[in-house]
């Protein structure tokens, strides 16, 4: 998981911090390398409803189509 992806779904850094009970500066450094620890994508992976994961790849996928419509 990019730090793109995990950002399309939570909205925010600060959301992000929130979430996973961190500072908002880990945050701005998984922005800034754009990648996220695996131990927060499992912890991630692990909050997900079989719901809530459709909709996450559903998200996923309007984004990336967003990327890929802005850079043709």
Sequence with gaps: ???DELLTVYGSQAEIA???GISR???NRWAKTGKVPELRVLQFERTQSPAQARQMR???QIAAARRWAEKG
């Design 1 to 3: 998981m990019t730090f």
């Design 58 to 60: 559903k998200q996923l």
């Design 25 to 27: 500066a880990s945050v």
């Design 18 to 20: 929130r979430v996973y």
